[in-house]
């Protein structure tokens, strides 16, 4: 397994640079294979058939909600516009008017929203399944949906006690989604560079004047990494706030510089993680 990630497993080859052959991901009992070869891929599945009783699905098409497409040799796109139209189904809105973004910037989710305890408000709640919702639209924002980060991670912080405000900003993510169903990430053949973008907002929280942090990695042309969160500590100033962001960033630069040299994409250089300093 990988040292990286023990979710992946790796094989390589036996001869002398010891290249990375075949790839196997593993999620529960969801199983990717990757080789660089055909016959290669046969054998892999012939040594887990003869250990376990398992499913041949062919060439991945569907892998945990996401639709793989290939519309052309060396372009890979993933999507998830059939779980988000389950969505919208599940939670009501199919009448529901699109919108063409997933958040109002003027308005900002704070705790002075939350019910007061027994109120009719929390009562009303009750029967609103927020934490559901988002829970939903997290999985989304995390596998293809990177521009709804930033409004789903403002929306995690009030599940305990989620007030009609909160509900409302929720159904908009999902109404944003509706209406940009088939959006997704296109991935291409490209030169293997790691490249980093790190940013950060100070005290941007109402509640408790605490920053939050954004950053992404891009591989080549690909992105494959981006996270959004608020900071853990309260930063006194602009600077110190932007420091917290590319320390969070460098531990996710380590983290995947090793992961990719694990899958032989060896960076031979530093990575550069751009940051906003004006």
């Not at 699905?57 to 040799?73: A, C, D, E, F, N």
């Not at 372009?75 to 516009?81: D, F, N, P, R, V």
């Amino acid at each position: 397994p990988s040292a990286s990630d023990p979710c992946i497993y790796v094989k390589h080859s036996n001869l002398i640079n010891d290249v990375p052959t075949a790839y196997v991901g593993v999620y529960v009992d969801d199983i990717l294979v990757s080789a660089s070869t055909d016959g290669e891929v046969t054998e892999i599945k012939r040594l887990l058939q003869e250990r376990f009783t398992t499913t041949d699905m062919g060439p991945v098409s569907w892998y945990l909600g996401i639709h793989v497409q290939r519309p052309s040799t060396g372009i890979m796109t993933l999507s998830q516009e059939n779980y988000i139209n389950t969505l919208v189904d599940r939670f009501n809105m199919k009448d529901a008017n699109t919108v063409s973004s997933p958040m109002v910037p003027d308005v900002h989710l704070t705790k002075a929203d939350c019910p007061a305890e027994g109120s009719a408000e929390q009562l009303e709640m009750q029967s609103h399944p927020y934490r559901k919702l988002v829970c939903s639209l997290l999985y989304i924002s995390v596998c293809t949906r990177p521009e709804i980060a930033l409004p789903v991670s403002k929306l995690c912080r009030f599940l305990i006690n989620p007030g009609l405000v909160h509900w409302k900003a929720a159904k908009r993510v999902l109404r944003y989604l509706k209406g940009t169903s088939s959006f997704g990430l296109t991935y291409t053949a490209t030169k293997p560079v790691l490249m980093g973008y790190a940013d950060a907002s100070w005290g941007d929280e109402d509640n408790d004047r605490k920053s939050t942090t954004g950053f992404l990695f891009m591989h080549g042309t690909n992105l494959i990494s981006w996270s959004t969160f608020s900071q853990p500590s309260t930063a006194n100033s602009s600077s110190a706030a932007e420091y917290l962001a590319l320390s969070d960033a460098a531990r996710e630069c380590v983290w995947l510089r090793r992961l990719l040299f694990e899958l032989g994409n060896f960076q031979l250089s530093a990575t550069m993680i751009n940051e906003d300093n004006q």
